[in-house]
């Protein structure tokens, strides 16, 4: 089963059981994040990754530039824990460690979740790789991937116990739009795809292709 399959099957499942006015919701919330121009402004394939030191959910501090000492980085953006589509992500790209391992590649996992939160999510999710917290999106906002949620989504959370303030420790609604880069030794992005429509997610076999061929 692809990634996409698993998406897209949750997706259908949860138009049925909540219907219409939410699918109303969801495509405002893509059109939104369309508006703030994120894949025209966005850090592509060939930019420089800016480094970063981030915590991690096991109270390490990592630093994408020492990372990249050791081989090539997977970076992938989440919305946070709180996300069921980030979490099969997430999940999918478990699966694909020992493949990553093998090709020397480290994969790193980053949303703004306050630490504690970021530690629910890998132990939950038995995640083996870095679950790093960005407060604030300081470092999503450097690779142009963070936008407002409107009013109408941020409702809609409130309605479903999602309080993105508690979960990131931040005031405000601001969140990443879902990407994932594959970034050198030289610290060069040789793949990198953000996507406004959060449904939809990098597939592992597209992260293991650009390594192969990078």
């Avoid at 959910?57 to 980030?86: I, N, S």
């Avoid at 699966?95 to 480290?106: F, K, S, T």
Wanted: net charge negative; charged share 25%; with cysteine.
């Amino acid at each position: 089963m692809t990634l996409k399959t698993e998406l897209d099957a949750y997706t259908n499942e949860l138009l049925r059981e909540l219907g219409d006015d939410v699918e109303k919701l969801f495509a405002g919330q893509i059109e939104q994040a369309r508006s703030f121009k994120v894949l025209e402004h966005g850090l592509g394939v060939g930019a420089n990754a800016p480094n970063f030191s981030l915590p991690s959910a096991t109270d390490e501090t990592v630093e994408l530039k020492r990372l990249l000492e050791d081989g090539p980085v997977v970076l992938t953006f989440y919305r946070g824990g709180w996300c069921p589509y980030c979490n099969i992500q997430l999940r999918a790209y478990q699966h694909i460690l020992p493949d990553l391992r093998e090709l020397g590649a480290r994969l790193v996992a980053v949303s703004p979740e306050t630490p504690d939160n970021a530690e629910v999510t890998q132990k939950r999710e038995e995640l083996e790789f870095h679950v790093l917290s960005d407060h604030g999106n300081a470092v999503a906002r450097q690779y142009g991937l963070v936008f407002p949620l409107s009013s109408d989504v941020s409702s809609m959370f409130e309605d479903w116990d999602i309080n993105l303030e508690k979960h990131n420790g931040v005031e405000g609604d601001e969140i990443p739009v879902p990407a994932t880069y594959v970034i050198d030794e030289g610290s060069t992005i040789i793949f990198g795809r953000p996507d406004v429509d959060y449904r939809t997610r990098v597939e592992p076999e597209d992260i293991l292709a650009a390594l192969r061929s990078g």
